[in-house]
């Protein structure tokens, strides 16, 4: 079945750091690929996604690009702010609307 | 003019309890699941209905059923409520696009259950 790895956290960086999660999915087709982040308290919201190979997804300076080649679809941002501190999903959706999320990553940015 | 929005937002009740947690969604969507947050934040689905029809049943005791009077409503209800069954529960609806891969989803704010 469909599955997502993404690496373990907890994550933590000094702001203006440069952040990277890594995230690979196992998926039969051609998955959409999505990053959801939940801040605390709240539910998941979406943050990005990508819907076929070479795309790239970008929002509030988060960047994420779907290659199949090495079936990943990591998220990088140049310079976190201590409002990036949240909870980070990396999921994928088939056909039948079937979301699989990653087993999150939570971030800390620290001042 | 909440999107998703499921209710109660906490619920606190004793083992060998029957509760339900209502979720709406004003969205027009077609497709509605239940999510299960635990403590370590591990996101796993539970169940998903697509126009009232249940479409993603994954390995959930029988104690929990789902139930979808119409497509803008999914509530769940839960037997004989037990210790391990204490987490956030998450309702989503997304958009059914037919002939791709399938669309976002759209979270409530969860609902956090305390089994005591």
């Known amino acids: 079945g469909n599955s997502v790895t993404q690496m373990e956290g907890p994550v933590t960086l000094s702001e203006e750091a440069f952040l990277t999660i890594n995230c690979t999915y196992t998926?039969?087709?051609?998955?959409?690929l999505f990053w959801y982040v939940q801040y605390p308290g709240e539910g998941l919201q979406l943050l990005l996604k990508a819907t076929k190979a070479d795309d790239k997804g970008s929002n509030k300076g988060f960047e994420a690009t779907y290659r199949k080649e090495t079936t990943s679809f990591h998220l990088e941002k140049g310079s976190v702010q201590v409002s990036d501190s949240a909870v980070y999903f990396c999921?994928?959706?088939?056909?039948?609307?079937?979301?699989?999320f990653g087993a999150g990553t939570r971030l800390t940015v620290k001042p | 003019d909440t999107a998703v929005s499921q209710t109660p937002k906490y619920l606190v009740t004793q083992m060998g309890n029957d509760k339900s947690i209502k979720c709406e969604q004003n969205l027009g969507h077609d497709t509605m699941y239940w999510y299960k947050q635990d403590s370590k934040k591990f996101l796993k689905i539970m169940f998903s209905?697509?126009?009232?029809?249940?479409?993603i049943n994954e390995t959930v005791p029988n104690r929990f059923s789902p139930k979808s009077p119409d497509k803008a409503h999914l509530n769940l209800h839960i037997n004989s409520l037990e210790l391990g069954d204490s987490a956030v529960y998450f309702c989503a609806s997304s958009p059914t696009i037919a002939g791709a891969s399938g669309g976002e989803l759209f979270f409530g704010e969860g609902s956090r259950l305390t089994v005591l």
């Open positions: 998926a039969t087709g051609y998955p959409s």
């Open positions: 209905y697509n126009n009232k029809e249940l479409i």
């Open positions: 999921a994928l959706s088939d056909r039948n609307n079937d979301m699989r």
